[in-house]
């Protein structure tokens, strides 16, 4: 039954960031880089597969790494498993913040709402003057020739985050054909231009979309005959 319901199909297309979207990443010779998520993903789709609603997956052997928040709001760099392409919804997201922060994502993504810690939330369901959490107190301008030492100590393990107030959010229509999306080990959480944000996680809305069928289960929706 759920797999026939049409909000089943809508969360397997785990739609995420704009092409544009600035990514910070360390590779496995321990450099860190930035660079837009479109580049990073389209590099490696070396041998991909492709699901039934045109998503391409691609499982990473090289090590990549991001800056991360834990569910304590805990600083972290956690390890990409995977990266991916999916087609563009019709509308597109553009949320800016008082520090000059500006990330554009679709409606359903999961971004990070600042109550008492970090709290996953679509990015639909935020409002105006809600918090997000930021690596850094002010929008970071350090360019990719920053060495190494510099960028651990902006990205490493442990410390806490700066808030970021949302000041404008509006819809837009979308301009690309494709979104992407990295999948980050453990987390789940990774730095987009300047933002700490959630990633999207398709198989993990499915599972809670087969549990609300079971949860609100009554035998009221049951034929008197088979």
Same mark, same amino acid.
């Given at each position: 039954v759920g797999?026939?319901?049409?909000?089943?199909?809508? #969360?397997?297309?785990?739609?995420?960031?704009?092409?544009?979207?600035?990514?910070?990443?360390?590779?496995?010779?321990?450099?860190?880089?930035?660079?837009?998520?479109?580049?990073?993903?389209?590099?490696?789709? $070396?041998? /991909?597969?492709?699901?039934?609603?045109?998503?391409?997956?691609?499982?990473?052997?090289?090590?990549?790494?991001?800056?991360?928040?834990?569910?304590?709001g805990k600083?972290? $760099?956690?390890?990409?498993?995977?990266?991916?392409?999916? /087609?563009?919804?019709?509308?597109l997201i553009t949320i800016e913040t008082e520090q000059g922060r500006e990330i554009t994502v679709t409606p359903d993504h999961a971004m990070l709402r600042w109550d008492d810690g970090p709290q996953?939330?679509? #990015?639909?369901?935020?409002?105006?003057?809600?918090?997000?959490?930021?690596?850094?107190?002010?929008?970071?301008?350090?360019? $990719?020739?920053e060495t190494v030492s510099e960028a651990t100590g902006l990205h490493g393990d442990g410390g806490s985050v700066q808030l970021d107030e949302i000041t404008s959010i509006q819809y837009v229509e979308s301009e690309v054909d494709y979104t992407y999306c990295l999948t980050v080990s453990g987390t789940h959480?990774?730095?987009?231009?300047?933002?700490?944000?959630?990633?999207?996680?398709?198989?993990?809305?499915?599972?809670?979309l087969l549990l609300d069928g079971l949860l609100n289960f009554s035998k009221c929706f049951l034929p008197d005959k088979r």
């Open positions: 797999y026939a319901h049409p909000y089943f199909h809508a #969360a397997k297309r785990r739609n995420c960031f704009h092409p544009e979207t600035e990514i910070q990443y360390r590779t496995a010779g321990g450099e860190w880089r930035d660079g837009d998520i479109e580049s990073l993903v389209e590099d490696r789709l $070396v041998d /991909p597969e492709t699901d039934d609603f045109g998503a391409e997956i691609q499982n990473l052997r090289e090590t990549i790494e991001v800056p991360s928040i834990d569910s304590d600083r972290t $760099v956690q390890r990409v498993d995977a990266v991916s392409k999916h /087609p563009s919804t019709d509308h996953e939330v679509d #990015a639909m369901m935020l409002e105006i003057g809600d918090t997000i959490p930021a690596p850094h107190g002010e929008r970071r301008r350090e360019t $990719v020739s959480t990774l730095v987009a231009n300047d933002l700490f944000v959630a990633q999207c996680d398709g198989d993990e809305d499915c599972v809670m």
